[in-house]
């Protein structure tokens, strides 16, 4: 069960949405904006359907942790943005905070956000070492996070 808390998914998709109903319940300030939770959904899927289209072609596991990629995948959403699955799951809390107008769940977003950034760098590390010129090439088209802003 620890092994499984440990992941990026578990912390995202379950943890961030129950430690914020806990908290903005506990502080009696638990407001729900059913509408928001399309953002939560637009994440989840990004981050699911990211994951298999990059498994299905450039084979590897579902994440970096695990079995990394064989193969560059610089098609389908990854010619838009080289973090589709880590944009996921920030697309995903600010859902979170939408969701429940929680200032707790934003500030969580915020942390976390950082922190992918921070993981995406060493990602990056890796798979230059992995695909050298072609990755890098690759960095030069498609920005880490945005089209056109970052």
């Avoid at 908290?23 to 637009?42: D, I, K, N, R, S």
């Avoid at 596991?61 to 944009?87: D, F, I, Q």
């Amino acid at each position: 069960m620890m092994r499984w808390l440990r992941r990026s998914p578990a912390q995202t998709f379950v943890l961030v949405p129950l430690a914020t109903i806990a908290w903005e319940w506990a502080v009696g300030t638990l407001h729900v904006e059913l509408l928001y939770a399309l953002v939560m959904l637009w994440g989840y899927l990004q981050y699911r359907l990211g994951g298999r289209y990059r498994t299905a072609r450039g084979g590897g596991g579902s994440g970096l942790s695990g079995a990394p990629p064989e193969r560059l995948v610089e098609t389908g959403v990854y010619a838009w943005t080289r973090n589709p699955m880590y944009l996921g799951h920030i697309i995903y809390m600010i859902g979170v905070a939408l969701t429940f107008q929680s200032l707790f769940a934003a500030a969580i977003a915020l942390a976390r956000t950082v922190w992918f950034h921070f993981r995406v760098r060493r990602d990056e590390r890796g798979l230059t070492a992995r695909f050298g010129e072609p990755y890098i090439a690759y960095t030069r088209r498609v920005k880490r996070w945005l089209p056109g802003l970052f």
